[in-house]
């Protein structure tokens, strides 16, 4: 059974920093596209980041980019979403998830519970 377990998120203040984390079991995540998505309520979701299992190159949405990193640590098959000087518009539900494409939420096939990110400003 595939699992994606999300975990990190909290409160931060605006210009703050937090790291999320998404463990994976049941599968290799090297072997697949790792994708972070949020959804702020009454919005759809969106793609934050996601790295392609191919060639291992990234893709930021241009709202986040210079301020979230992503990353994976193989050995652990977990995932990370480095988040720096947040914003409060970064405020949502934060998803990882695993598939065979990268940008478009159609093509992850697992997908883990999500956890709030909240910015006060």
């Known amino acids: 059974e595939v699992q994606l377990a999300e975990s990190g998120g909290g409160t931060v203040q605006a210009g703050g920093s937090q790291r999320l984390s998404c463990a994976a079991s049941?599968?290799?995540?090297?072997?697949?596209?790792i994708g972070w998505f949020r959804q702020a309520p009454g919005k759809e979701r969106k793609t934050v980041s996601c790295?392609?299992?191919?060639?291992?190159?990234?893709y930021y949405a241009e709202s986040v980019k210079g301020r979230f990193t992503i990353s994976s640590v193989n050995a652990k098959n977990t995932v990370y979403l480095q988040m720096n000087s947040l914003k409060p518009e970064d405020t949502a539900i934060y998803y990882c998830a695993v598939g065979s494409g990268c940008i478009d939420p159609d093509e992850y096939e697992y997908w883990g519970q999500g956890t709030q990110v909240t910015v006060s400003s």
């Open positions: 790295v392609y299992s191919t060639d291992g190159s990234t």
């Open positions: 049941g599968l290799l995540v090297d072997a697949y596209a």
